[in-house]
């Protein structure tokens, strides 16, 4: 037989399972996920321990942390000093000197050699405590280090945490360090809680689907965005996880892809964050902002994704139960803490006082004639037992001092220990006051331990009360309404269109040009057979030959009305129809007559607010009808949906149709509301009923800075509620009475003037363009009455204005009428009779009457 070993054959199946299993296991739970317990990756609880063993008050070079890191951490040097920089630029456990790079710009770091870190004080009473740490081995068998740092605070809540292992991930956001505290408390207390996550860049956040972090939640964040004038925006928070650069480049991409029209973009960022984006010549500030949200990175969308090790192994948690598990640690080990010094305090005052019976008892005498070291043990243990009570010794020869534990070989030994130079200079008062200290000390461990939740709420509140200050809440929590990108996209092509060969497209230059469009835009096309198509707009898109008409088609659009006359198959009945277009399925063909073959369109007309015009048809010649002409009214024809089959006409074949007159709005009026949340303009009931609105109309506002404005109600157009006094549709005839402080003269005055302005979207000033003046009272109730009061040398006067009585009506321009010689305070405003919404409304600016907004 061979001598030869034999050799196990593996399945190379079963071998790459394993290795698999072995590796993702690996990745998981030691590099990517924090564990529950202390919400640390092993390369960050690696380093915070190698800086706890450097730790003695100064800074140390990155450098040197890296390298002692690296006797625990089996990585790379660049790896630790990422992730040590990442945990420096948290402003949590390390405190950073140098260049340690900027979050909100998205500079790295300068070399380690170059920067210093040390442990915050925040650290050093929350993560280390050797004598409640579970131990192991290095990676190499030299060093221990901790299983888990006896963390008592949520650092994975406070801090974030992003990791990628095998097969899953987890994405925690970061959350307010005092919330935190607070909802920790709450815990404690029984009480419910709700955390919501705060960014160290500000912004805006909309946390109304963050579903406590868990699998398939979303968060929407923002760049905080001002309007610095009509044609400057600036951008002073950044939505988390966005750098200015990165902003920026999202904002010229949009430009060039002609989403947004900017004519320059410069980056001021030093202490704080600024970005300027001046605008286009004509584009609304507010469009443009809602433009910025939409194409750009002012406005991101985070999927949380709340995963960490509890047991050895990956849960999918909420941030509520991370925050539990956390407390109810925190909660434990400060139990253990308390436990450990309860012992130590008791062995304290064990030794305590067998010295002190050993000196002032003078056993140590006992031992003079002693020659062993066991006949030294044995006299000071039979001394010592003259004198205590301890549980073998139940019954001393003298009522003595009891003890908790017997008396052991140790403390014997520690005795005989004690110098001659203590035992001469021993104060027995002193000692018994060391003693009483001791046991008061005692009492009050074993009271916490009793009270253990108290004593953990204490616990919160001192690191509340300690670190607190300066951590205030930096992301503004907001709800965010969807942005329709149709509706902001500037128009950046043109369309055009191929009437006779049926092509529609921005790329048809040569043809006939229809009009200014966005490449988000749908585009309706209606032929000459009857036909209806909606296309989505591309470079050339083929919708069918002999096009009638092409226009942009807006989803949901209930006003734009289609006046149309067709003939109902060859040589079939002549019908008529009112219809609207307001839903479609994109690139089906509809028929928008009976659906005969050989049916065509007579007469075609779109009227964008419901206009019904009167036509004049002629019949052919040869027909048999005895009036061969006649006139129709559209609007005696109601407005039905697009597939109705409509009217007759007539039975007569039709020789041409002709427009003889415009008809009026046959829709009712629009109803406009503002939305308080969002301040827009809504059509839809809402917080505000602004009025009924004809196309002609218009509305008015007043601003509590005293100037007034008029302005074309759009739907979604944005106005700031916070500095809106009045809003609601203008009439020429209603008289506006204001009480205001000139701070040219010091005088409060009183006016009443109508609009006498027709420009639009102009802002015109009511009261004196002094610095100081200021609006106390706004009212479009034609006969106001409101008290007023103010200090004289007399005392306190207060009086009551009837305004119509008080002034005529003057220019809007006029300064008005003095009412007192120093600024006034409005009381309570005289009640008018009810007035109906948007009719009329008083306010009273400084009062407590209230505002519309």
């Given at each position: 037989m ?7 054959r ?11 299993l072995d590796?993702?296991?690996y ?11 202390d ?5 960050q ?7 706890r ?23 790379g ?14 402003n ?5 000197q140098?260049n ?16 210093e870190?040390?442990l915050?004080?925040?650290?050093l ?11 192991q ?7 221990k280090e ?37 909802a920790?408390?709450?815990i404690?207390?029984?009480?419910r809680?709700k ?7 500000g912004?805006?956040?909309?946390v ?7 699998r398939?939640?979303?968060?929407k964040?923002?760049?905080l965005?001002e ?7 600036v ?23 002609g989403?947004?029209?900017?004519k ?5 960022t030093?202490k ?8 286009a010549?004509g ?11 939409a ?5 991101v969308?985070?999927?949380?994704n709340?995963?960490?090790?509890v047991d ?9 139960d ?15 803490e ?5 012992n130590?305090?008791?062995e ?8 002190k019976?050993?000196?002032?008892e ?9 020659e062993?070291w066991?006949?030294?043990?044995k006299?000071?243990?039979i001394?010592?037992?003259?004198f205590?009570k ?11 001092l ?8 140790d ?6 220990e004690?110098?001659?130079?203590r035992?001469?200079?021993?104060n ?17 461990v ?7 939740t ?7 509140e ?14 503004k929590?907001?709800?965010?309404e969807?942005?329709?990108?149709q ?22 230059k ?13 585009i ?15 470079e ?5 030959k002999?096009i009638l008409?092409v ?12 006046n ?9 009945k ?9 839903a479609?399925?994109?690139?089906k063909?509809?028929?928008l ?5 050989k049916?065509?369109v007579?007469?075609?007309s ?11 048809v ?7 009808a ?5 006139e129709?009214?559209f609007s005696d ?19 041409s149709?002709?427009?003889i007159?415009?008809?009026e709005?046959?829709?009712?009026a629009?109803?406009?509301?503002v ?18 609105f ?6 008015m ?6 100037t ?24 020429e005839?209603v008289?506006?009475s204001?009480?205001?402080f ?5 005088w409060?005055m009183?006016k ?5 302005t ?17 609006l106390?009272f706004?009212s ?11 200090t ?5 006067i ?6 119509h ?6 220019g ?7 009412l007192?010689d ?11 009779k009810?007035l ?18």
């Amino acid at each position: 037989m061979s001598d030869q070993p034999v050799t196990e054959r593996v399945s190379l199946d079963k071998m790459y399972e394993e290795y698999f299993l072995d590796y993702a296991s690996y990745v998981i739970l030691e590099r990517a996920v924090p564990t529950a317990d202390d919400g640390l990756k092993p390369v960050q609880r690696r380093i915070l321990y190698s800086m706890r063993k450097m730790h003695d008050g100064r800074y140390h070079k990155v450098a040197n942390v890296i390298g002692q890191t690296m006797q625990f951490h089996p990585h790379g040097d660049a790896a630790i000093g990422a992730a040590l920089v990442h945990l420096g630029q948290k402003n949590l456990l390390v405190d950073c000197q140098g260049n340690w790079g900027d979050i909100r710009t998205g500079d790295s770091a300068a070399a380690p050699r170059y920067i210093e870190a040390r442990l915050t004080p925040l650290a050093l009473d929350i993560l280390f405590n050797a004598e409640t740490t579970e131990w192991q081995l290095s990676y190499d068998g030299r060093n221990k280090e901790p299983i888990n740092l006896p963390a008592k605070f949520p650092l994975v809540l406070a801090q974030g945490v992003d990791g990628i292992a095998v097969g899953l991930s987890t994405k925690i956001m970061p959350h307010n360090f005092i919330e935190l505290i607070k909802a920790s408390i709450k815990i404690l207390q029984d009480k419910r809680v709700k955390i919501y996550p705060d960014f160290l860049t500000g912004g805006l956040a909309d946390v109304s689907d963050y579903q406590d972090g868990k699998r398939g939640g979303k968060i929407k964040v923002r760049a905080l965005i001002e309007k610095k004038d009509k044609s400057t925006l600036v951008i002073r928070e950044l939505p988390y996880g966005v750098t200015t650069t990165q902003l920026i480049d999202s904002i010229l991409k949009a430009n060039d892809k002609g989403k947004i029209k900017i004519k320059k973009v410069s980056d001021n960022t030093a202490k704080d964050i600024e970005i300027v984006v001046e605008l286009a010549s004509g584009m609304s500030p507010d469009v443009s902002i809602d433009a910025l949200y939409a194409f750009t990175n002012c406005e991101v969308s985070i999927s949380p994704n709340a995963c960490v090790i509890v047991d050895n192994k990956p849960h999918f948690l909420s941030v509520v139960d991370i925050l539990k598990h956390s407390t109810e640690q925190t909660k434990r080990l400060l139990g253990r803490e308390l436990e450990i010094r309860k012992n130590d305090l008791e062995e304290k005052w064990h030794f305590s006082s067998l010295e002190k019976i050993f000196i002032q008892e003078r056993i140590y005498r006992d031992i003079e004639e002693c020659e062993s070291w066991e006949e030294v043990l044995k006299a000071v243990t039979i001394g010592l037992h003259k004198f205590v009570k301890t549980p073998d010794n139940k019954r001393p020869k003298t009522k003595k001092l009891e003890l908790k534990r017997s008396i052991t070989e140790d403390d014997v030994t520690r005795l005989t220990e004690v110098k001659i130079k203590r035992i001469s200079k021993y104060n027995v008062f002193k000692a018994e006051e060391a003693l009483q200290k001791l046991l008061e000390e005692l009492d009050q461990v074993n009271y916490d331990l009793a009270h253990l939740t108290a004593y953990s709420i204490a616990f919160y509140e001192m690191l509340l009360s300690k670190y607190g200050k300066g951590r205030e809440r930096k992301t503004k929590l907001s709800s965010f309404e969807a942005i329709k990108a149709q509706q902001v996209v500037v128009n950046n092509t043109t369309l055009y269109v191929n009437r006779k060969e049926g092509f529609i497209g921005y790329g048809l230059k040569k043809d006939e040009e229809v009009g200014p469009c966005s490449d988000l835009d749908d585009i309706l096309v209606i032929r000459k057979d009857g036909k209806l198509v909606v296309s989505k707009i591309t470079e050339k898109n083929f919708v069918g030959k002999n096009i009638l008409h092409v226009a942009v088609w807006k989803k949901g659009d209930n006003r734009t009305t289609y006046n149309l006359i067709y003939r109902d198959g060859f040589g079939g009945k002549s019908m008529v129809k009112r219809f609207q277009v307001t839903a479609i399925t994109r690139d089906k063909e509809y028929a928008l007559t009976a659906g005969k073959e050989k049916s065509a369109v007579h007469y075609l007309s779109i009227n964008p607010n419901g206009e019904a015009e009167i036509v004049d048809v002629k019949l052919s010649p040869a027909s048999r009808a005895r009036i061969k002409e006649f006139e129709f009214d559209f609007s005696d024809l109601a407005i039905k949906g697009r597939g109705s089959k409509g009217n007759t006409l007539t039975k007569y074949a039709i020789k041409s149709v002709r427009k003889i007159s415009d008809g009026e709005s046959t829709l009712d009026a629009l109803k406009y509301y503002v939305d308080k949340t969002t301040g827009r303009i809504k059509t839809e009931e809402s917080d505000i009923y602004l009025g009924a609105f004809h196309p002609e109309d218009i509305c008015m506002a007043i601003y509590l800075d005293g100037t007034y404005e008029l302005i074309k109600p759009v739907e979604n157009r944005k106005i700031d509620i916070k500095k809106m006094a009045h809003m609601g549709k203008f009439d020429e005839k209603v008289i506006i009475s204001l009480i205001y402080f000139d701070g040219h003269k010091k005088w409060t005055m009183v006016k009443r003037f109508n609009i006498e302005t027709t420009a639009l979207d102009q802002r015109f000033s009511a009261i004196s363009d002094h610095e100081k003046s200021a609006l106390l009272f706004a009212s479009v109730n034609p006969r106001p009455s409101v008290q007023y009061s103010y200090t004289s040398k007399k005392g306190k006067i207060t009086d009551v204005v009837h305004i119509h009585d008080f002034i005529d009506v003057k220019g809007w321009k006029a300064l008005g009428n003095r009412l007192a010689d120093k600024k006034v305070k409005i009381g309570k405003i005289v009640k008018q009779k009810t007035l109906k919404p948007g009719d009329s409304v008083e306010f009273d600016l400084d009062g407590e009457q209230g505002q519309l907004f």
